[in-house]
């Protein structure tokens, strides 16, 4: 089965940047969509971004042209990087393998296997 391990998070000011590791160890991810979803607090977890088998990007539209995910199946790993970040994206980020993507949207099912989560924390 497996596992993901995320890593990045941090304290960082309004208009900084952070980015987000996730590194995958059980399997190779090679052949599956990955993708990064927030919670925070009081709200349900929402899509992020997710880079799918054939490396097709999708953003959620409150970071797309700030957010960019990547993955490096050598390394097992995928990567948000966060750019000119705002209070408003602090949250709880959660690395995900097998879920869905329905109209460029990243929906979780009963199979998708979580991170354990890292906290983004941004200051004004």
């Known amino acids: 089965q497996v596992q993901l391990v995320e890593s990045g998070g941090g304290l960082v000011q309004a208009g900084g940047s952070l980015r987000l590791s996730c590194a995958a160890s059980g399997r190779t991810l090679s052949s599956s969509n990955l993708g990064w979803f927030r919670q925070a607090p009081g709200k349900e977890r929402e899509f992020v971004a997710t880079?799918?088998?054939?490396?097709?990007?999708y953003y959620a539209d409150s970071v797309k042209g700030r957010f960019i995910i990547s993955r490096d199946n050598a390394k097992n790993t995928v990567y948000l990087q966060m750019n000119s970040l705002k209070p408003e994206d602090t949250a709880v980020y959660y690395c995900?393998?097998?879920?869905?993507?329905?109209?460029?949207?990243?929906?979780?099912?009963?199979?998708?296997?979580w991170g354990q989560g890292t906290q983004v924390t941004v200051s004004s």
């Open positions: 880079i799918t088998w054939s490396d097709s990007t």
């Open positions: 995900a393998v097998n879920f869905q993507v329905v109209r460029s949207i990243g929906v979780p099912t009963s199979r998708t296997t």
